[in-house]
């Protein structure tokens, strides 16, 4: 976990106030961290209670190289341990939505991104009430001040929401119009957003899928080396 971001500079990650925040967020997020070697199961009562969006997320999973912990609901505990028994196979991550009583929902892989030191691009944004209508619906899902883009003509070009998991990590979502790619946008929001989001004392993350290669630049460009560590996690569309 002391990784250097990618880009030069400090090697802010060996901060231990930094370190101290991903260590905490991920704690309270999946309800353990760190794991030693192997998959570990455990309990969390955040698994059965709506997200930052309002929704559930009845299972969630982090990997480190070599290590990694799966929180579900303390009730299905057992069940997933169980499922789990010879370690993250296909079968243990098809079979994981029924597992925590939700077969109807998707399980999702994320490339798990972290920063502590956001690439140092210009501001490009502003922040503002994430309910005007001009904004694209998945803005509206946050009930805090989202950072956005606009043309001369007021226009919305790209924004960032932040998902505020926990007082100690809070991550970054990114979306851009297509008429306005190519430009840079994105990484200078993600960046931007970032920065805030540490001044106010927590770890700034990002989670993409894996084929995503157009994310996977933004995240790098940014400030977000990707450092093999991964993500499954249940929930809504």
Request: with cysteine.
């Amino acid at each position: 976990m002391g990784d250097r971001p990618a880009g030069g500079g400090r090697d802010a990650y060996r901060d231990p106030m930094l370190d101290r925040r991903l260590h905490l967020h991920l704690a309270t997020w999946l309800g353990q961290w760190p794991a030693g070697p192997g998959l570990h199961v455990v309990g969390s009562w955040r698994r059965a209670h709506p997200a930052w969006d309002r929704r559930l997320r009845p299972a969630v999973a982090v990997a480190a190289p070599g290590s990694a912990v799966l929180s579900v609901s303390p009730e299905h505990v057992a069940a997933v341990r169980a499922l789990a028994a010879d370690g993250p196979t296909p079968r243990l991550w098809s079979a994981l939505p029924g597992a925590v009583g939700h077969p109807g929902l998707p399980l999702r892989e994320g490339v798990f991104r972290w920063c502590t030191a956001p690439h140092p691009l210009p501001d490009v944004g502003e922040w503002v009430d994430p309910t005007d209508p001009g904004f694209p619906s998945w803005l509206h899902l946050f009930d805090r001040e989202v950072l956005v883009v606009r043309d001369a003509d007021g226009h919305y070009l790209a924004g960032v929401g932040v998902k505020r998991h926990d007082r100690y990590g809070h991550e970054l979502a990114v979306g851009t119009m297509p008429g306005a790619r190519g430009r840079g946008l994105a990484r200078r929001l993600v960046a931007q957003a970032a920065r805030r989001v540490l001044d106010e004392g927590a770890v700034p993350t990002y989670l993409h899928d894996p084929d995503n290669t157009a994310s996977a630049r933004v995240a790098a460009a940014a400030g977000f080396p990707d450092r093999g560590w991964r993500s499954h996690i249940v929930h809504p569309d």
